[in-house]
């Protein structure tokens, strides 16, 4: 079981976007994934059509060790999702007083059978906050979608040296497993000045693949779906399957299991 977060102090970059259609293409492949919302604005969970009603149990039951997974799991296209709620934002500035604040998520995925699944993976807020904190500490590894515009190399160095402070403090076993460009259009000559930086400062990090620009992502989460659900034959939907793919290669399993059976 692998825990990957989706990490960019960035707002807006894609992260959502990224560990949803992500998690659908891996489960299209066979793969056991679940997603937990960790951002109050919940985007994830409204990505796919779910809402928590008040009172109903949510992420942070998981967070302070109240359910299981399979407790809040609701399942989309495959996909084990925890979902959110605006309550996370009230559940924030309580948790900041509690001692070992930083670790909650970490706790309680010490708790997880490791055979559960293959992934789980973790959206994050746009900010250093408790929850972004939190993945951090939990994660073996975070992918870092970005956008390919010029302020993005700012964020990746801010990002850089948090991850390195976690390291030292918290997690010392973290890894930035991959950076994938967003909305990427290797027509438009900034963003191929930035693939470029972005590949010059983290070699091999950098995904081959990159998710193009296309409406029809824009549309699917609001229809409440992954894209490649919503139109399978789209862009969007074939950057996201040889992105999975990619993602698989680099975890070394899609290579394995094509030796395998061939
Ligand atoms: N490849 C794409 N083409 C077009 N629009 C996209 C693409 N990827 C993401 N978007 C859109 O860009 C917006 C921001 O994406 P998203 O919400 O995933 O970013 P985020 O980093 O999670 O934002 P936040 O920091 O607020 O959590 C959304 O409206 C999303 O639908
Ligand atoms: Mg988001």
Redo the contacts with the bound molecule.
Sequence with gaps: MKIVGFC?L?????????CQNLAAALASLGRRVAVLDL?P?S?LSSGWGITVDEGEPYVYDFLVGDSSLQDLAVRREGVDVIPSSLDLAVAELQLEREPGRDSLLKAALDGVDEDSYDYIFC?S??QLGLFTRNVLAAADEIMV?LESEFYSLAGVRLLDSTVKLFKKRLNKDLAVGGVVL??HNPKVVINRDVQREVASYYGDVLFRRY?????S??EA?GAGMSVLSYDKNCN?AK?YRLLAEEFEERQGRYGKEKTQSA
């Design positions: 960019n960035k707002g807006g970059v894609g992260k959502t976007t990224m951002d604005q985007n959206d807020p746009p979608p967003t909305r998710v193009r620009q296309n409406v992502i824009v989460s969007g950057d």
